[in-house]
């Protein structure tokens, strides 16, 4: 095995630029002014010098190719700037490190990633971070918390509605949505709303008594 | 006050519902921390020629790339026979098999590192079938069987015999969180592996001898899995192994997650079995012998291969007395990723050729197969020895049929079902009640025991610490509620912690259903230690403060969150007022207990013996209706009871009890695993891979459970739940196999396992052409598959 010696990253950078690779920094270009604008980067951006463009962008922006967006997540606000290829899944768990929100299939086929945007459900891992500029994201975490539980949350606790509890932030998310759409009372109503969260455990009866619970009282 | 007995929410719940319950991939990052994936064989089985990652080290933020040669122990491993390695030599035997470790900063690196990995493999011919593996008579590990009685004779001379090959599917475990793995470098080599499985000490064996480390450098935890199934026991080696030699090597913390799709592509599943089977009968049924022999695939490594067939061999009698029987196994080698546990661990696939066994019977007898399960089933008094020799105690199997054919008012749907597939053209219906007879202990016999750590605080709180894993399954809120009930206090008091081999060393692994069994056995242990020694406290204490009582430490009660004598009720000592005094009489706080399973034991050489502590037994009855124009199938009612003994959370075991079935409903409907013909899996994803969703489950599903206060020789009187549920699926499958009777009128069905649509439309097809002659006595058995 070989170990490589820690290289400078600037080195690296001018070594991809020479063999012609499309690095981040040249990807970025590609994206436009508009991106790079919206970073409100000082005087020295607007200089032609290759060179200094280049420092100054790894003075405002650190991450190459990096993006800034402005999240709201849970009512607070948040800065970034986010390589634009970042799912909002991973800008949430990775950037921010709030964790609730699951990763299961990392493909919009499970349902464990679920978050609220703007007050609708949405798969965090199947849209990117900086397609949300300014929209207000929920979180499990600011569905309520453990000395502030939301009526679901409880219910899911009184029906036992989880065993792993992998699935259940997204189901609770999506069961949170649910409550706010124009879905019918029956079982198969909400079979057919909750259809887009797996739960390998098979706790489904447990999550449609959680979530018919809720209704009722309603 | 007692808590067992009782629903009690998980005790994650409130984590749970929250987001607050931490699993791997949501431990914080250290500044320095390396992730690591690796690059396995492209080919199902390949001879390794060269491997060049030095395209890959070029890569801005790739740090290191490691093959076997750089593991400092050796690289040769196995739960049961030592025939894995952690990464190929010059030899791969299943795609995806780890060649290449990668180590990089950043996820992109790491992307981009994989694809500049260059190897050349030269592709061997793989077998990729059960019937590959037979011809090249590859096997792995010795044939295993057991007999009773005289089945080659009988089958001689019985009248009625039929004979065929039941052809099972694996399954996916699919927990919903990947495979995953944390490792933190201390001193001296010594690791913390923080491991999303089943079985700390299986990792902590397995790293210690790859990376060359004493067993006491490497500290396994595991705080919770999102998901296990029994694919997070020995399939955990690998990621952890990768990510342990990262660590050890840069001194770095280092982090492994699979993607789904790699999890679901490169580690083992379920193992297929095709058994095939002779079977002799009289008029009413009874099986008089049955002769079969049992091929499971088990992939390209034995893994825990010769325990999952062990487990189809002792199961394949499920409810049934067979007098005769002889009942051989083999494992066969395939180039497949080495199947493994999965709940039921072979049970299923035993049950499965038993039932399907019974629905020909009655097929063929043109009865209803419910009676020809009556005819077989053990009784209580007679008929009731296993075939491996083991007397079935306490058997409630009769009264579970009796009770579930009354409440599902079997009887009358089945007539109701004879009508409505004589007057419908557009579908069919088919009813089933099968039975599972769950054997409860690990077969190993080595393995039924464990070690609990209890230790009480001064303010009276209290701390356990088992070999057990939280998978979801409940086990921490059981043993939760063991240690609250034997001081009768709050269980609020009780914190059951992380799993560790720090504290609880050598521990078996979470499977067989089994961990609350071992370990709260074990931490009932640790209690009643300390118990003992705070009595005596308590006795000095009441002697002092009550005149001429003495001290009698039998006498004391701790009942309600208090202690007294049980001669001066009155005079009572708060629990934690005699912690504190146990504490300044210098009596010990802390103990370890310790549980092994007695009066269990099974000589393979023989095929004889008592493997099983108990069974644990239920009944389910299904309906299906499918469309005869699609094969599609639709379970609209299911009742399910089930003999759990005195549960000790009603509330969890429900949960286990549904969950499982759904899981089991979900192998024999519409798990289907697809490979391509080089041996790749091809459904792996929840879009090709169906797992059951909420859509899938019944509208009417009911469970529950009979009282049954007998099984004193398990822990307050509970028994096993985890695994015998998952083998209630099959009702759904035997509906299936009925409905296609009504379809082939008077012919012996066909169904493969699992029974997706395209399965059932198959058999709905050749049903309409072929028929089948009855043979009788002299003739050669008829066969039907
Ligand atoms: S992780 Fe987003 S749907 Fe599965
Ligand atoms: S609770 Fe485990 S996947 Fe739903």
Redesign the interface.
């Known amino acids: 095995?070989?170990?490589?010696n820690?290289?400078d990253?600037s080195d690296?950078?001018r070594r991809?630029d020479k063999a012609g690779g499309v690095t981040r920094r040249s990807f970025l270009r590609h994206l436009g002014a508009a991106g790079i604008a919206a970073a409100a980067l000082p005087g020295g951006a607007n200089s032609k010098d290759m060179t200094s463009e280049e420092k100054t962008l790894d003075t405002v922006v650190p991450i190459a190719g990096a993006m800034p967006v402005t999240l709201v997540i849970n009512k607070k606000k948040h800065a970034l700037k986010v390589?634009p290829r970042t799912t909002l899944l991973d800008c949430i768990?990775e950037n921010l490190?709030i964790?609730?929100?699951?990763?299961?299939?990392?493909?919009g086929?499970?349902g464990?990633c679920t978050v609220h945007v703007n007050g609708r459900r949405v798969n965090s891992c199947l849209t990117l971070a900086v397609m949300h500029d300014g929209d207000e994201i929920t979180?499990?975490?600011g569905l309520?918390?453990?000395d502030n539980?939301h009526p679901l949350?409880?219910a899911?606790?009184d029906c036992?509605a989880?065993?792993?509890?992998?699935?259940?932030?997204g189901q609770?998310m999506s069961a949170a949505a649910l409550l706010n759409e124009p879905c019918g009372h029956s079982?198969d109503d909400i079979?057919?709303a909750?259809?887009g969260?797996?739960?390998?455990?098979?706790?489904?009866?447990?999550?449609?008594a959680a979530i018919q619970q809720v209704r009722a009282k309603a | 006050m007692s808590v067992v007995g009782k629903d009690m929410?998980?005790d994650?719940?409130?984590?749970?519902?929250?987001?607050?319950?931490?699993?791997i991939?949501?431990m914080?990052s250290a500044k320095n921390e390396l992730l690591v994936d690796f690059v396995g064989s492209p080919v199902a089985c390949g001879h390794i020629k060269s491997v060049d990652y030095?395209e890959a080290?070029?890569i801005?933020g790739?740090?290191?790339?490691?093959?076997y040669?750089?593991l400092p122990g050796i690289n040769k491993f196995g739960p049961i026979i030592q025939d894995e390695v952690l990464l190929c030599e010059d030899h791969s035997s299943f795609i995806g098999e780890p060649i290449v470790v990668i180590a990089a900063e950043t996820r992109?690196a790491l992307a981009k590192a994989k694809k500049a990995v260059k190897l050349v493999v030269e592709e061997l011919e793989p077998a990729l079938s059960i019937d590959a593996a037979i011809k090249k008579q590859d096997f792995l590990d010795k044939t295993y069987r057991i007999a009773r009685g005289d089945a080659e004779r009988v089958l001689k001379e019985a009248k009625h015999k039929l004979e065929g090959t039941c052809i099972i599917g694996g399954q996916e475990?699919?927990?919903?969180?990947s495979q995953a793995a944390l490792v933190v470098p201390g001193e001296y080599d010594q690791l913390v592996v923080h491991s999303s499985t089943q079985h700390p000490s299986e990792i902590q064996q397995v790293l210690a001898k790859v990376l060359g480390l004493q067993q006491n450098q490497v500290v396994v935890v595991t705080k919770?899995?999102?998901?296990?199934?029994g694919g997070k026991e020995s399939q955990a080696t690998h990621p952890a192994g990768m990510a342990a030699l990262v660590a050890l090597?840069?001194k770095r913390p280092a982090r492994i997650i699979y993607?789904?799709?790699d999890d679901m592509k490169f580690t083992g599943k379920r193992h297929p079995f095709q058994n095939n089977f002779q079977v002799a009968f009289d008029d009413n049924g009874r099986i008089l012998a049955l002769k079969a022999h049992l091929y499971a695939d088990g992939g390209a490594a034995a893994d825990l291969s010769t325990a999952v067939l062990g487990r189809a061999i002792t199961h394949i009698d499920n409810a049934y007395y067979i007098e005769h029987a002889d009942v051989v196994g083999q494992i066969c080698k395939t180039n497949y990723p080495p199947t493994t546990a999965f709940r039921g661990f072979g049970g299923p696939q035993g049950v499965a050729t038993i039932e399907s066994i019974v629905q020909d019977i009655a097929a063929y007898l043109k009865k209803d197969p419910l009676d020809v399960r009556l005819a077989n089933l053990y009784g209580t008094t007679e008929r009731n020895t296993t075939h491996y020799g083991q007397l079935l105690k306490h058997n409630t199997l009769p009264q579970l049929f009796e009770e579930v054919v009354g409440s599902s008012d079997y009887r009358n749907r089945r007539k109701l079902v004879d009508k409505f597939n004589s007057e419908s053209r557009t579908h069919l219906k088919g009813l089933a009640l099968t039975p599972v007879k769950f054997g409860i202990s690990f077969t190993n016999t080595m393995l039924n025991q464990a070690n609990a750590l209890v230790n009480i605080y001064l303010d009276g709180t209290i701390q356990v610490s088992t070999g057990a894993t939280e998978?979801?399954?409940?086990v921490n809120t059981n043993i939760k509620m063991l240690v609250a009930d034997e001081f009768s206090i709050d269980p609020k008091c009780v914190i059951v912690m992380t799993t560790s081999t720090e504290k609880n060393n050598n521990t078996s692994a979470t499977a067989a259903s089994s961990a609350t069994d071992l370990n709260g056995s074990a931490a009932v242990n640790a209690c009643q230690k300390i118990k003992r020694s705070m009595a005596e406290v308590a006795a000095r204490h009441f002697d002092r403060v009550e005149t001429g009582i003495g001290a009698f430490p039998d006498r004391i009660v701790f009942a309600d969150g208090h202690i007294y004598d049980e001669r001066r009720p009155h005079n009572k000592l708060k629990w934690q007022e005699l912690v504190a005094m146990s504490y300044r009489e210098r009596v010990s706080l802390g103990e370890r207990g310790y549980y092994a399973t007695q009066g269990i034991g099974f000589d393979w050489s023989k095929g004889q013996g008592s493997p099983f502590l108990y069974f644990t037994c239920g009944c389910c009855v299904a309906e299906v209706v499918i469309d005869r124009f699609t094969g599609q199938m639709k379970v609209e009612r299911v009742d399910i009871l089930m003999d759990i003994g005195k549960s000790i959370n009603p509330?969890?075991n429900?949960?286990?009890v549904?969950?499982?079935?759904?899981?089991g409903m979900g192998w024999v409907t519409n798990e289907e695993l697809k490979y391509s013909d080089k041996g790749a899996l091809l459904s792996y994803?929840?879009?090709t891979y169906k797992?059951?969703?909420?859509?899938d489950?019944p509208?009417a599903?009911h469970c529950n459970f009979i009282d049954n206060p007998n099984n004193t020789v398990n822990v307050r009187g509970s028994k096993a739940v985890g695994e015998p549920p998952l083998l209630l699926g099959l009702a759904v499958w035997a509906a299936v196999k009925d409905a296609l009777v009504y379809a082939g009128k008077g012919q012996v069905p066909k169904l493969n396992l699992p029974a997706t649509g395209e399965e059932i439309l198959m058999r709905l097809t050749e049903l309409k052409k072929t028929t089948l002659a009855v043979k009788s006595k002299g003739k050669e058995p008829a066969k039907i598959s």
């Not at chain 1, 964790?99 to 493909?107: A, F, L």
């Not at chain 2, 994650?12 to 699993?23: K, L, P, Q, R, T």
């Not at chain 2, 797992?691 to 859509?695: D, H, V």
């Open positions: 095995m070989a170990e490589k820690r290289e990253s690296m950078q991809a390589d768990r490190a964790t609730g929100t699951k990763k299961g299939c990392d493909h086929q499970c464990a979180t499990i975490e309520g918390q453990p539980l949350q409880s899911f606790i036992d989880y065993q792993c509890g992998y699935c259940t932030s609770l079982v079979r057919e909750m259809s969260n797996i739960c390998r455990c098979g706790a489904y009866p447990n999550i449609i | 929410p998980h994650s719940a409130v984590g749970h519902v929250s987001g607050e319950s931490i699993y991939d949501d914080p030095s080290l070029k801005k790739v740090v290191a790339c490691y093959t040669k750089d992109k475990h699919f927990y919903l969180e919770r899995m999102g998901g296990g199934f090597k840069t993607t789904k799709d998978m979801g399954q409940g509330g969890i429900r949960g286990q549904v969950g499982g079935f759904v899981q994803s929840p879009t797992i059951p969703n909420i859509q489950i509208a599903l």
